[in-house]
Protein backbone atom coordinates (compact mmCIF):
# COMPACT_ATOMS: atom_id res chain seq x y z
CA UNK A 1 0.00 0.00 0.00
CA UNK A 2 2.95 2.47 0.90
CA UNK A 3 4.33 1.91 -3.09
CA UNK A 4 4.15 4.91 -4.86
CA UNK A 5 3.60 2.74 -7.88
CA UNK A 6 0.89 0.85 -6.27
CA UNK A 7 -2.97 -0.12 -8.26
CA UNK A 8 -5.31 2.93 -7.77
CA UNK A 9 -7.83 -0.23 -7.61
CA UNK A 10 -6.19 -2.26 -4.88
CA UNK A 11 -5.20 0.84 -3.13
CA UNK A 12 -9.26 1.88 -3.09
CA UNK A 13 -10.03 -1.79 -2.15
CA UNK A 14 -7.62 -2.17 0.62
CA UNK A 15 -8.80 1.53 1.97
CA UNK A 16 -12.24 0.49 1.83
CA UNK A 17 -10.84 -2.69 4.23
CA UNK A 18 -9.27 -0.60 6.48
CA UNK A 19 -12.33 1.79 6.88
CA UNK A 20 -14.32 -0.83 7.83
CA UNK A 21 -11.82 -2.15 10.36
CA UNK A 22 -11.90 0.88 11.90
CA UNK A 23 -15.56 1.07 12.22
CA UNK A 24 -15.53 -2.57 13.41
CA UNK A 25 -12.22 -2.97 15.65
CA UNK A 26 -11.75 0.05 17.59
CA UNK A 27 -10.19 2.83 15.50
CA UNK A 28 -13.21 5.13 15.70
CA UNK A 29 -14.67 3.91 19.14
CA UNK A 30 -10.95 4.49 20.53
CA UNK A 31 -10.60 8.10 19.24
CA UNK A 32 -14.17 9.46 20.70
CA UNK A 33 -13.62 7.50 23.97
CA UNK A 34 -10.63 9.89 24.47
CA UNK A 35 -12.35 13.00 22.96
CA UNK A 36 -15.19 12.37 24.56
CA UNK A 37 -13.34 12.05 27.75
CA UNK A 38 -11.68 15.50 27.66
CA UNK A 39 -14.44 17.29 25.87
CA UNK A 40 -16.09 18.87 28.73
CA UNK A 41 -12.88 21.21 29.59
CA UNK A 42 -12.63 22.61 25.58
CA UNK A 43 -12.88 25.87 24.81
CA UNK A 44 -16.18 27.50 23.97
CA UNK A 45 -14.70 30.38 22.17
CA UNK A 46 -12.89 28.97 19.15
CA UNK A 47 -12.84 25.69 17.36
CA UNK A 48 -10.93 22.30 18.75
CA UNK A 49 -8.36 21.16 16.29
CA UNK A 50 -6.51 18.52 15.50
CA UNK A 51 -3.87 17.24 13.71
CA UNK A 52 -4.55 13.67 11.90
CA UNK A 53 -1.29 11.68 10.23
CA UNK A 54 -1.32 9.09 7.91
CA UNK A 55 -4.93 9.58 7.31
CA UNK A 56 -5.28 7.05 4.67
CA UNK A 57 -8.53 7.91 3.57
CA UNK A 58 -9.60 10.34 6.05
CA UNK A 59 -12.71 7.89 7.79
CA UNK A 60 -11.41 8.77 11.13
CA UNK A 61 -11.25 12.19 11.21
CA UNK A 62 -14.70 12.29 9.32
CA UNK A 63 -15.92 9.97 12.38
CA UNK A 64 -14.32 12.79 14.90
CA UNK A 65 -16.14 15.74 13.24
CA UNK A 66 -19.20 13.82 12.57
CA UNK A 67 -19.17 13.39 16.49
CA UNK A 68 -18.39 16.34 17.62
CA UNK A 69 -20.90 18.15 15.71
CA UNK A 70 -23.30 15.37 17.68
CA UNK A 71 -22.19 17.31 20.88
CA UNK A 72 -22.34 20.92 19.83
CA UNK A 73 -18.45 20.92 19.39
CA UNK A 74 -16.64 22.95 16.39
CA UNK A 75 -13.97 20.35 15.53
CA UNK A 76 -11.42 21.34 12.86
CA UNK A 77 -9.06 18.62 11.07
CA UNK A 78 -5.98 18.79 9.36
CA UNK A 79 -5.42 15.48 7.77
CA UNK A 80 -2.15 14.30 6.49
CA UNK A 81 -0.08 11.95 4.12
CA UNK A 82 2.44 11.33 2.22
CA UNK A 83 1.09 9.09 -0.81
CA UNK A 84 -0.41 11.31 -3.61
CA UNK A 85 -2.41 8.32 -4.44
CA UNK A 86 -3.88 7.77 -0.96
CA UNK A 87 -4.91 11.36 -0.92
CA UNK A 88 -6.85 11.36 -4.27
CA UNK A 89 -8.74 8.73 -2.85
CA UNK A 90 -9.15 10.49 0.44
CA UNK A 91 -10.45 13.10 -1.44
CA UNK A 92 -12.96 11.08 -3.17
CA UNK A 93 -14.31 9.93 -0.07
CA UNK A 94 -14.72 13.09 1.46
CA UNK A 95 -16.69 13.96 -1.40
CA UNK A 96 -19.11 11.44 -0.19
CA UNK A 97 -19.41 12.73 3.36
CA UNK A 98 -19.75 16.81 2.50
CA UNK A 99 -21.72 17.51 5.81
CA UNK A 100 -18.07 16.81 7.75
CA UNK A 101 -15.96 17.96 4.77
CA UNK A 102 -16.02 21.59 5.25
CA UNK A 103 -13.98 20.72 8.77
CA UNK A 104 -11.41 18.54 7.18
CA UNK A 105 -8.06 19.77 5.60
CA UNK A 106 -5.78 17.42 3.23
CA UNK A 107 -2.69 17.93 3.22
CA UNK A 108 0.52 15.97 1.31
CA UNK A 109 2.95 15.82 3.86
CA UNK A 110 5.83 14.37 5.53
CA UNK A 111 5.44 12.81 9.27
CA UNK A 112 8.78 13.21 9.86
CA UNK A 113 9.08 16.76 8.66
CA UNK A 114 5.77 18.12 10.05
CA UNK A 115 7.21 20.42 12.90
CA UNK A 116 8.67 22.43 9.61
CA UNK A 117 5.50 22.77 8.33
CA UNK A 118 3.82 23.92 11.36
CA UNK A 119 5.18 25.93 14.46
CA UNK A 120 4.47 24.35 18.02
CA UNK A 121 1.28 24.34 19.53
CA UNK A 122 -0.28 24.38 16.35
CA UNK A 123 -3.22 22.46 17.38
CA UNK A 124 -5.05 20.78 20.28
CA UNK A 125 -4.25 17.51 19.48
CA UNK A 126 -2.06 15.29 17.74
CA UNK A 127 -3.59 11.83 16.23
CA UNK A 128 -1.94 8.92 14.96
CA UNK A 129 -3.73 5.85 13.93
CA UNK A 130 -2.48 2.18 12.57
CA UNK A 131 0.18 4.55 11.56
CA UNK A 132 3.42 4.43 13.02
CA UNK A 133 4.06 0.65 13.10
CA UNK A 134 4.67 1.24 9.40
CA UNK A 135 8.00 3.00 10.88
CA UNK A 136 11.24 2.33 12.38
CA UNK A 137 11.32 2.55 16.09
CA UNK A 138 13.91 5.42 15.95
CA UNK A 139 11.57 7.26 12.74
CA UNK A 140 8.05 6.39 15.18
CA UNK A 141 9.57 8.05 18.05
CA UNK A 142 10.80 10.96 15.45
CA UNK A 143 6.99 11.52 14.95
CA UNK A 144 5.66 10.97 18.75
CA UNK A 145 8.07 13.73 19.95
CA UNK A 146 6.30 16.08 16.42
CA UNK A 147 3.49 14.75 18.33
CA UNK A 148 3.79 16.39 21.36
CA UNK A 149 5.74 19.32 20.00
CA UNK A 150 2.84 20.57 17.63
CA UNK A 151 -0.22 19.45 20.12
CA UNK A 152 -0.68 22.17 22.66
CA UNK A 153 -2.91 19.88 24.67
CA UNK A 154 -2.39 16.09 23.99
CA UNK A 155 -1.77 13.29 22.04
CA UNK A 156 -3.49 9.74 20.91
CA UNK A 157 -1.59 7.05 19.53
CA UNK A 158 -3.79 4.17 18.10
CA UNK A 159 -2.09 0.88 16.95
CA UNK A 160 -1.94 -3.17 17.06
CA UNK A 161 -0.93 -5.36 19.34
CA UNK A 162 2.25 -7.54 18.19
CA UNK A 163 1.01 -10.86 19.71
CA UNK A 164 -0.16 -14.17 18.82
CA UNK A 165 -3.78 -13.89 19.32
CA UNK A 166 -3.66 -11.23 17.03
CA UNK A 167 -1.86 -13.10 14.07
CA UNK A 168 -4.77 -15.93 14.49
CA UNK A 169 -7.16 -13.02 14.28
CA UNK A 170 -5.90 -11.32 11.47
CA UNK A 171 -4.91 -14.30 9.23
CA UNK A 172 -9.01 -15.56 9.98
CA UNK A 173 -10.18 -12.22 8.87
CA UNK A 174 -8.53 -11.69 6.02
CA UNK A 175 -9.06 -15.23 4.36
CA UNK A 176 -10.16 -15.12 0.98
CA UNK A 177 -8.80 -11.10 0.85
CA UNK A 178 -7.07 -9.38 -2.13
CA UNK A 179 -3.53 -10.22 -1.75
CA UNK A 180 -2.19 -6.79 -0.95
CA UNK A 181 -5.05 -6.59 1.80
CA UNK A 182 -3.60 -10.09 3.48
CA UNK A 183 -0.21 -9.00 3.23
CA UNK A 184 -0.30 -5.67 4.71
CA UNK A 185 -2.53 -6.81 7.53
CA UNK A 186 -0.22 -9.84 8.61
CA UNK A 187 3.07 -7.38 8.16
CA UNK A 188 0.96 -4.74 10.08
CA UNK A 189 0.42 -7.19 12.73
CA UNK A 190 4.07 -8.54 13.17
CA UNK A 191 5.39 -4.87 12.99
CA UNK A 192 2.51 -3.92 15.69
CA UNK A 193 4.05 -3.31 19.56
CA UNK A 194 4.02 -4.68 22.52
CA UNK A 195 2.49 -3.07 26.01
CA UNK A 196 6.40 -2.86 26.90
CA UNK A 197 7.53 -1.41 23.91
CA UNK A 198 4.70 1.27 24.19
CA UNK A 199 5.34 2.34 27.61
CA UNK A 200 9.19 2.54 27.03
CA UNK A 201 8.73 3.92 23.86
CA UNK A 202 6.53 6.45 26.05
CA UNK A 203 9.27 6.77 28.88
CA UNK A 204 11.83 8.15 26.06
CA UNK A 205 9.24 10.57 24.47
CA UNK A 206 8.88 12.06 27.44
CA UNK A 207 4.63 11.63 27.34
CA UNK A 208 4.52 10.77 31.36
CA UNK A 209 0.81 12.28 30.94
CA UNK A 210 0.14 9.78 28.66
CA UNK A 211 -2.04 6.46 29.64
CA UNK A 212 -2.00 3.09 27.82
CA UNK A 213 -5.41 1.14 27.29
CA UNK A 214 -5.91 -1.87 25.02
CA UNK A 215 -8.85 -4.20 24.20
CA UNK A 216 -8.53 -8.13 24.21
CA UNK A 217 -11.35 -7.73 21.51
CA UNK A 218 -9.79 -5.30 19.02
CA UNK A 219 -6.15 -6.14 19.60
CA UNK A 220 -5.52 -2.66 19.42
CA UNK A 221 -4.53 -0.77 21.89
CA UNK A 222 -4.24 3.66 22.59
CA UNK A 223 -1.63 5.49 24.41
CA UNK A 224 -2.98 8.93 24.89
CA UNK A 225 -3.19 11.93 27.56
CA UNK A 226 -4.70 15.39 27.77
CA UNK A 227 -2.35 17.74 29.87
CA UNK A 228 -5.38 19.66 30.76
CA UNK A 229 -7.73 17.11 31.74
Known amino acids: MDDPAVDRRRLDHALRYIRAVNRRLGGVSSLIARLERWRHAWPADRPVTMLDIGTGSADLPIAAVRWARGKGVDLRVTAVDLHETTLELAREHLNDHPAEADAITLLRADALELDTRFEPDSFDYAHAGLFLHHL ?33 VIHAMTLGRDEMIRHDARVSVEAGFTKREVLDIAARCDLGYCTYEWSLWTHRFTLAGDRRG
Open 136 to 168: KEINAMTVLRIMDRLARRGIIWNDLVRSAAARV
